[in-house]
């Protein structure tokens, strides 16, 4: 275990002495480029669907904001997707429950958590960024606003979801597996035409968790962060993990000190297998697109991976993972 620790206290010394030494140039670099859109990038391979519909927008030169909404509505309504509304995993009670936020290149943002029985939570979250003077609605408080904004609703404990829950109750309560339960979200950033960023977050949470529980998706910084000077990015994996060190918002400013996406992913992740003794039984994965549409990812475990959507066509790639790393 020592050997690990100092390999990775290492790694992240090295990486902030490379970011330090090269960061003039760098901003310099991004200041005289001119962005490059328009491109959509989000989390697992669900996003190649979701990133279609949010390409449907953007080919349109429509808005970045447009187009993630549009975007992650797709898995959000699709039952095979297990780890987003519709069909989703239940709380430890059987309950489906929410999370979702959304986030333009203004600063504007929305959010809701712990909503139910409605399957677009990431709607709602933009109407409470477009209609109320909030950020951040929960509970009952959130469902009865998705109400009177017209939403219907529906249960979505989908019969195989609630078969799964049944036999994990019978099962004495398994542990989870890090990439399959828990890679519990859609993320999606887009650069738009006129070069702005905007980003979505949706989630039906960690399967099984217990009643009440949020994770990062809905929390501006953790599970999403958008500056439209610099970039963007989203998280997936232990949501807890991503509100301790505020993920998302410390991969936007490490690009801000002139990493690339892939390289402050990275930082990110080391940041918090640094803090963790046994970091090796958690997934953490980072996700981030810059003001010049160039993209990049890294986590801890294998497993994790992308989709790209841009003028060349699509892609899905796999993420570079800590544990990779010989150590």
Not at 148 to 167: I, R
Request: proline residues 3%.
């Amino acid at each position: 275990m020592s050997n690990r620790r100092d390999f990775l206290k290492l790694s992240a010394i090295g990486g902030s002495l490379g970011l330090a030494l090269s960061h003039i140039k760098s901003i310099s670099a991004i200041e005289q480029k001119q962005p490059t859109g328009p491109i959509v990038v989000s989390t697992w391979e669900h996003g190649l669907s979701a990133n279609e519909a949010a390409w449907d927008v953007l080919s349109k030169k429509g808005r970045a904001i447009d187009a993630v909404e549009k975007g992650v509505r797709i898995p959000e309504g699709d039952p095979k997707v297990r780890t987003v509304s519709l069909g989703g995993y239940p709380d430890s009670s059987g309950k489906v429950t929410l999370d979702a936020c959304i986030m333009d290149e203004n600063m504007n943002c929305g959010s809701v958590a712990y909503l139910q029985n409605i399957k677009h939570p990431i709607s709602v979250a933009r109407k409470v960024m477009d209609d109320t003077p909030h950020v951040m609605l929960v509970g009952e408080g959130a469902q009865q606003f998705a109400k009177e904004q017209g939403f219907v609703e529906e249960d979505l404990l989908t019969a195989e979801s609630k078969a799964d829950w049944q036999n994990w109750l019978t099962s004495g309560q398994a542990k989870k597996l890090i990439n399959i339960e828990n890679h519990d979200t859609i993320g999606m950033l887009a650069l738009d035409a006129e070069g702005n960023l905007s980003g979505a977050c949706t989630t039906s949470g960690a399967a099984y968790k217990m009643p009440g529980r949020v994770g990062d998706s809905p929390i501006i910084g953790a599970g999403l962060y958008v500056d439209n000077e610099i970039g963007a990015a989203t998280a997936t994996g232990m949501g807890e993990l991503m509100m301790k060190t505020v993920g998302c918002h410390l991969v936007v400013e490490l690009m801000r000190q002139g990493a690339s996406p892939q390289e402050a992913c990275k930082q990110a992740v080391l940041r918090i297998a640094n803090k963790l003794e046994n970091f090796e039984q958690f997934q953490v994965g980072f996700l981030a697109l810059n003001k010049q549409g160039e993209y990049g990812a890294y986590c801890i475990q294998t497993g994790f991976n992308y989709a790209v959507r841009n003028v060349n066509g699509e892609q899905l790639l796999d993420a570079k993972y800590l544990l990779e790393d010989k150590i």
